[in-house]
């Protein structure tokens, strides 16, 4: 501004967020991070599914976005200067419309809006495409997190430039995880401790067969007990997938071998445990993205793209087994990843390295967004009412 002196910036942040996975939650503590350095004193406001929990959890306002009227959401973004859309996998079938309503939104309203590392895919269902690719292209800025995020988007028809930054992730900075706490948990800490991360079928990983799936996973589990000595730690990124977890433990041939984390804990305490790993076999993108970023050799098992993607990137093996329900090469890979994890281990490092400094060009981005609008002479209505919104489509089945 003129004067030297700035105005409250109100900023809010969209995404899959309110303690539902571990992952999106690692995304918001770090996007949080961003605003608060580039504007230490801004008012921010995250569009939850659990208010409550995002509140008490990251010390900010929260309001729900998601089984509520448009005429909440409208309230609730009146006002902004710029809403900032960043999580996980969001533009995917089934949640790509839900998620874009609010940003239509905010387009109407005049509010600026970025697109924070955005995750996309799968992509084929015509209501979701359609709203991908008239919301998409008139977002302000944007990055996406890998490679096959951009693919999909301009599958779909998106003609824009789609810069390809990283995973805020490998920002978070870790928490303690004491040795108490894994004893807390019946983990022993005087041997070698491999974590393992399970997921549970669904829209994102419909290729899974669960009987099947679960036989696989308890393969390499026992591998692992035998032929490293080690104690399994199943690490839940969901609360769903503790079910699944004590699945594949049932299935082991030595389940005493093994111990599912039952504890509620934050994404940089689960950082923290990867330190006291030797190895990680994964599922779950963000529990292989903190393994990586903790330097613990990893083996994920890619379900998705996106996994495949970043194993690529972190020079990680990109098997397929999981789908395919085939043991052998991933025993072998793991066990030759064992074999080479210390000559490893520096190459490991300086992806993960180039992975941050990639990272940081989203926040550049989001910062630059946001001293352009303080430049700007504001221009938006602060109010709409709701009745202007009534031709906006509403995806099928969907509230508000």
């Known amino acids: 501004m003129s004067n030297g002196v700035r105005r409250q910036l109100r900023v809010g942040v969209l995404g899959s967020y309110g303690g539902l996975n571990l992952g999106d939650e690692a995304i918001l503590t770090c996007l949080l991070r961003c605003l608060r ?23 900010t306002a929260a309001v729900a976005w998601s089984g509520v009227g448009q005429e909440e ?3 609730a973004e009146a006002g902004l200067d710029v809403l900032v859309l960043g999580s996980a996998g969001i533009l995917h079938d089934g949640q790509a419309s839900s998620f874009l309503r609010p940003v239509r939104m905010a387009h109407t309203l005049g ?7 955005m995750g996309a895919g799968p992509l084929t269902e015509t209501e979701d495409v359609r709203h991908v690719q008239e919301v998409v292209e008139d977002i302000t800025d944007l990055t996406v997190r890998d490679h096959e995020s951009k693919m999909v988007l301009e599958r779909v028809g998106v003609t824009r430039h789609i810069p390809v930054t990283a995973d805020p992730a490998v920002l ?8 108490d706490m894994l004893m807390r948990e019946g983990i022993h800490t005087g041997g070698r401790l491999v974590g393992m991360s399970v997921r549970e079928p669904g829209r994102a990983a419909d290729n899974l067969d669960v009987d099947s799936y679960h036989g696989l996973l308890a393969e390499v589990a026992d591998f692992i007990t035998r032929r ?14 503790i079910s699944h977890a004590h699945a594949v433990l049932s299935a082991m041939s ?5 111990r599912v984390l039952n504890g509620k804990y934050t994404p940089g305490q689960i950082a923290g445990l990867m330190r006291h790993l030797d190895f990680a076999v994964g599922m779950r993108l963000h529990f292989v993205i903190l393994a990586a970023c903790a330097g613990v050799p990893v083996l994920p098992l890619p379900y998705a793209g996106k996994v495949f993607d970043f194993a690529q990137t972190v020079g990680a093996p990109a098997l397929t087994g999981v789908a395919r329900r085939e043991a052998g090469p991933l025993l072998a890979e793991l066990d030759r990843l064992w074999d080479e994890r210390l000559e490893n281990a520096h190459h490991l490092r300086e992806r993960v390295r180039v992975l941050r400094l990639r990272a940081m060009e989203t926040c550049k981005r989001c910062r630059t967004l946001i001293e352009k609008i303080d430049e700007a002479v504001p221009s938006r209505l602060a109010h709409t009412p709701a009745s202007h919104f009534s031709a906006l489509p509403v995806p099928p089945g969907r509230a508000g």
């Open 37 to 59: 350095e580039i504007r230490p004193g801004a008012e921010i406001v995250v569009f939850s599914r659990n208010p409550k929990h995002t509140e008490e959890h990251f010390g």
């Open 73 to 75: 959401v409208l309230e």
């Open 111 to 117: 509010i600026q809006t970025f697109g924070y590392a």
């Open 172 to 179: 978070l900075e870790p928490e303690e995880f004491s040795e």
């Open 228 to 241: 490293l000595e080690a104690e399994v730690v199943f690490v839940p990124m969901e609360r769903k997938d």
């Open 254 to 258: 030595g389940p005493e071998s093994g």
